[in-house]
């Protein structure tokens, strides 16, 4: 059955944990598992600017003995002239799997209905669920787990990296805060999913105000732009409101002691995180950055073992050759 | 009269009148009486019992619960109220506070008590609305006969018409603390306003900074099919009220406030000594994650839809029609004659409530099967003609008998 990865709760608790153990393994054995060795390919499309994404899911499908095919559409003809579904199609003939970063999330849902191969949501503007799968990566590495730990996120609780926490990290199982201002506070129908994730996951789900009040006694403390990507317009004043969510020393005093810093980057310093906490000591944010890599390769290994039929850890069944 | 029955009439205040049946177990939607009868029960402890009886579920968090730590009072924190106020707050989607009680009433209390924390004492209520019957929550309801015998009640109450946009608009002023409302009148006979009737309840009491608190002490945790029903309107409400599925069977009431609302009660202003027990909050933690991880509010509106439609297309004349969302419905009746309805499907081998002379009340368990619904539309036809001839101003369509009017 063809599985697409389009938001973080496309993976059940289980399946999550599967494809974090998964990683973990590729990590500590960075060039054994080669599912896409032929090659196969695989497309990377982007709607919009990348550094990470861009760089990491190009390694990753070349260490899995791949081809990445990483184009910026708006050099194609891609969603110009044919419907985003038939662009799906087409791309299905071609790859084994297509990785796409875009705007509206109902973007890569057409793409995805009309594609027979996995496709990956490599940011829109409402999740960011790759990038979650590195998170969590990073938390069971610098935590020693993700279940039952308090995961805070402060600063734009409207944006996909907020989002994407509420799922994936109840999903995890983990205590999710989210602070921001007035006005700035994640869909409601995301909070809900998320609640009802944790309901069953034993983790919790709190949309607050108070960046103190979120912070206090967390395991990890996360942070995204207060502008993302193509909000650089939007006429809302992005600075005041936030200046008291800033991730500073002081903030940062509120949290557990063993704490650890996160941020997706590309980070605004001396906007929403300070130099002195991101070069810090409890800074996690450059391993965070390189599990991109890792955690991507397992989802794609994941996904296209699902696709087969395979197992879902693809160590066997998808052409693993060590 | 069963010897159960007969020590309850004599020892038990008369306040419920004499009830018909003395049950003894459950499992699932099915209730068992003294005399090892089985029962579909539709009336599911009045909306309650939302995982049905003895749910696996429920059982095993209370036991856990009860074994671990059962009453700390509110001077202390334990885990399990904590961890359903931010669940609640998730499920709405929204900053805010929970405070938890025992009942839908206290519930309403406390809602009643935090709107006078405005500064303002001025309330509007509906006509027909049932908030409890404690002597705030009385204030409120907004039914004559409930309310009369127990005179002089907490004063400033202004009752409107349920549904009348104009006449709320009239009742709203600066002066106002609350406008309180069910998404639904279940008491008053599952009575459901008309569309847009709470979005412009918002807006007029944005307007006069009034707060909105909605009573979704039955309409609440997925009874419509949704978490809470003034979610499928869009609405953002001050103030929800919540208590019945809640707890799935066990005592529990919530109130949550959100924005400047929740933080209206401050230290020493209200409090109780069992709301938030750990026991009904384990319970209900149970009863959130069975529903969200079992897809129960698609269940309940598939259900709920299947139980509307088949009775709807049973045409039977004493039908007039069906109302309501999900798994809160009204059959109303063409004669008032509810309660010989109910006295013959409860011979029938089902539980429904009269709740007004011409509407029967079908509240059951979220869990209801398709089979279950299937079962009481067989047996419905014949105790509507069993029914039938009770009516004065209609001719029987059969020619059973065996009413007992």
């Given at each position: 059955m063809i599985?697409?990865f389009?938001r973080?709760?496309?993976?059940s608790?289980?399946?999550?944990?599967?494809?974090?153990?998964l990683?973990?393994?590729?990590?500590?054995?960075?060039?054994?598992?080669q599912p896409l060795a032929?090659?196969r390919?695989?497309?990377v499309?982007?709607?919009?600017q990348?550094?990470?994404?861009?760089?990491s899911?190009?390694?990753?499908?070349a260490?899995l003995?791949?081809h990445?095919?990483v184009?910026d559409?708006q050099?194609t003809?891609f969603?110009?002239?044919?419907?985003?579904?038939?662009?799906?199609?087409?791309?299905?003939?071609?790859?084994?799997?297509?990785?796409?970063?875009?705007?509206g999330?109902?973007r890569i849902?057409?793409?995805?209905s009309g594609?027979?191969v996995?496709?990956?949501?490599?940011?829109?503007?409402?999740?960011?669920?790759?990038?979650?799968?590195?998170?969590?990566?990073?938390i069971?590495?610098r935590?020693?787990?993700?279940a039952?730990r308090?995961?805070t996120y402060?600063g734009?609780?409207a944006?996909n990296?907020?989002?994407s926490?509420?799922?994936a990290?109840?999903?995890?199982?983990m205590?999710?805060r989210?602070?921001?201002?007035?006005?700035?506070?994640?869909?409601?129908?995301v909070?809900r999913?998320?609640?009802?994730?944790?309901?069953?996951?034993?983790?919790?789900v709190r949309?607050l105000?108070?960046?103190?009040?979120?912070?206090r006694?967390?395991d990890?403390?996360?942070?995204?732009?207060?502008?993302?990507?193509g909000?650089?317009?939007?006429?809302?004043?992005?600075?005041?409101?936030?200046?008291?969510?800033?991730?500073?020393?002081?903030?940062?005093?509120h949290?557990?002691?063993d704490a650890?810093v996160l941020?997706?980057?590309?980070?605004?310093?001396g906007e929403?995180?300070?130099d002195?906490?991101?070069?810090?000591?409890?800074?996690?944010?450059?391993d965070?950055?390189?599990?991109?890599?890792h955690?991507?390769k397992?989802l794609l290994?994941?996904?296209?073992?699902a696709?087969?039929?395979?197992?879902a850890t693809g160590?066997?069944?998808?052409?693993?050759?060590? | 009269?069963?010897?159960?029955?007969?020590?309850?009439?004599?020892?038990?205040?008369?306040?419920?009148?004499?009830p018909p049946l003395?049950?003894?177990?459950?499992?699932?939607?099915?209730v068992?009486?003294?005399?090892?009868r089985?029962y579909?029960?539709l009336?599911?402890?009045?909306a309650?019992?939302a995982?049905g009886?003895a749910?696996p579920?429920?059982v095993?968090?209370?036991?856990?619960?009860v074994?671990?730590?059962?009453?700390?009072?509110n001077?202390?924190?334990?885990?399990p109220?904590?961890?359903?106020?931010?669940?609640l707050?998730?499920?709405?989607?929204?900053?805010?506070?929970?405070?938890?009680?025992?009942?839908?009433a206290e519930a309403?209390e406390a809602?009643?008590?935090?709107?006078?924390?405005?500064?303002?004492?001025?309330?509007v209520a509906?006509?027909g609305?049932f908030?409890?019957?404690?002597?705030?929550?009385l204030?409120?309801?907004?039914q004559?006969?409930?309310?009369?015998?127990?005179?002089?009640l907490p004063?400033?109450?202004?009752?409107v018409?349920?549904?009348?946009?104009?006449a709320?608009?009239?009742a709203?002023?600066?002066?106002?603390?609350?406008v309180?409302?069910?998404?639904?009148?279940?008491?008053?006979?599952?009575?459901?306003?008309?569309a847009?009737?709470?979005?412009a309840a918002?807006?007029?009491?944005?307007?006069?900074g009034?707060l909105?608190?909605l009573?979704?002490?039955?309409?609440?945790i997925g009874?419509?099919?949704?978490?809470?029903?003034?979610q499928?309107?869009?609405?953002?409400p001050?103030?929800v009220t919540?208590?019945?599925g809640?707890g799935?069977?066990?005592?529990?009431g919530?109130?949550?406030?959100?924005g400047?609302a929740?933080?209206?009660?401050?230290p020493?202003s209200h409090?109780?000594?069992?709301?938030?027990?750990?026991?009904s909050c384990?319970?209900?933690?149970?009863?959130?994650?069975t529903?969200?991880?079992?897809?129960?509010?698609?269940?309940?509106?598939?259900v709920?839809?299947?139980l509307?439609?088949?009775?709807?297309?049973?045409g039977?004349?004493?039908?007039?029609g069906?109302?309501?969302?999900g798994?809160l419905l009204g059959v109303?009746l063409?004669?008032?004659?509810a309660?010989?309805?109910?006295?013959?499907?409860r011979?029938a081998g089902?539980?429904?409530?009269?709740?007004q002379?011409?509407?029967?009340?079908?509240?059951p368990?979220?869990?209801?099967?398709?089979?279950?619904v299937?079962?009481f539309?067989?047996a419905l036809?014949?105790?509507?003609?069993?029914t039938?001839?009770?009516?004065?101003?209609?001719t029987?369509?059969?020619?059973?008998?065996?009413?007992?009017?």
């Open positions: 599985r697409h389009l973080d709760d496309d993976l608790p289980a399946e999550q944990s599967s494809v974090l153990d990683a973990a393994r590729m990590k500590a054995d960075r060039f054994g598992y032929g090659p390919s695989v497309a499309l982007f709607d919009k990348s550094l990470r994404t861009r760089i899911f190009d390694a990753g499908i260490e003995g791949g990445p095919l184009v559409t050099v003809h969603g110009r002239g044919e419907t985003l579904a038939d662009a799906g199609r087409v791309l299905s003939r071609y790859v084994a799997a297509v990785v796409l970063r875009t705007h999330d109902d849902a057409e793409v995805a594609a027979s996995p496709v990956i949501n490599a940011l829109t503007d409402g999740f960011h669920p790759c990038q979650l799968l590195a998170d969590l990566l990073t069971r590495e935590c020693g787990g993700t039952g308090t995961l402060v734009d609780g944006n990296m907020a989002q926490y509420l799922l990290g109840a999903t995890a199982g205590h999710v989210i602070a921001g201002p007035d006005g700035f506070a994640p869909d409601a129908a909070v999913r998320a609640g009802e994730i944790a309901a069953g996951t034993g983790g919790s949309v105000t108070d960046p103190a009040q979120a912070a006694d967390a990890v403390l996360a942070t995204d732009t207060w502008t993302s990507m909000q650089e317009a939007d006429g809302l004043d992005r600075v005041t409101p936030f200046l008291p969510y800033q991730v500073n020393k002081e903030l940062l005093g949290a557990a002691p650890i941020h997706c980057l590309p980070a605004h310093r929403e995180i300070t002195e906490v991101l070069d810090g000591p409890q800074s996690a944010v450059f965070q950055a390189e599990n991109r890599l955690a991507q397992a290994t994941f996904l296209l073992g696709a087969t039929g395979g197992a160590d066997t069944a998808t052409g693993t050759t060590r | 009269m069963s010897s159960l029955v007969q020590r309850w009439t004599q020892s038990m205040m008369d306040n419920y009148g004499t003395a049950l003894v177990s459950g499992a699932g939607a099915v068992v009486d003294e005399a090892g089985e579909l029960d009336v599911g402890g009045i309650v019992n995982l009886h749910h579920a429920v095993a968090a209370v036991s856990k619960q074994a671990t730590l059962g009453h700390v009072s001077l202390y924190v334990a885990e109220p904590v961890a359903l106020a931010e669940l707050l998730a499920l709405a989607g929204r900053p805010g506070r929970v405070f938890f009680a025992n009942s839908g309403n809602a009643f008590k935090l709107s006078r924390r405005t500064g303002r004492t001025h309330v509906t006509n609305a908030h409890g019957r404690t002597m705030g929550a204030a409120l309801t907004g004559p006969a409930k309310a009369d015998p127990f005179r002089p004063g400033e109450v202004t009752h018409d349920y549904g009348d946009v104009a709320l608009e009239a709203v002023s600066d002066a106002t603390a609350m309180i409302l069910e998404p639904i009148q279940g008491e008053n006979g599952v009575v459901v306003p008309p847009g009737y709470l979005a918002r807006r007029i009491t944005a307007r006069h009034a909105l608190v009573d979704e002490v039955q309409t609440g009874r419509t099919g949704h978490w809470f029903a003034h499928a309107e869009g609405v953002e001050d103030v919540l208590a019945k809640l799935g069977g066990l005592p529990l919530a109130t949550m406030a959100f400047r929740a933080d209206l009660l401050t020493g409090g109780t000594t069992f709301g938030g027990n750990p026991v384990a319970a209900a933690l149970a009863v959130v994650a529903i969200a991880n079992e897809g129960l509010l698609d269940h309940v509106k598939r709920g839809e299947r509307r439609r088949g009775v709807e297309a049973l039977h004349p004493l039908i007039d069906v109302r309501g969302a798994l109303t063409t004669a008032p004659v309660p010989v309805l109910a006295e013959a499907l011979d089902f539980l429904v409530n009269a709740v002379p011409g509407v029967v009340r079908l509240v368990p979220l869990i209801l099967t398709a089979a279950q299937d079962a539309l067989a036809p014949a105790a509507l003609d069993a039938a001839p009770a009516t004065a101003d209609r029987p369509t059969t020619t059973t008998t065996g009413t007992t009017a």
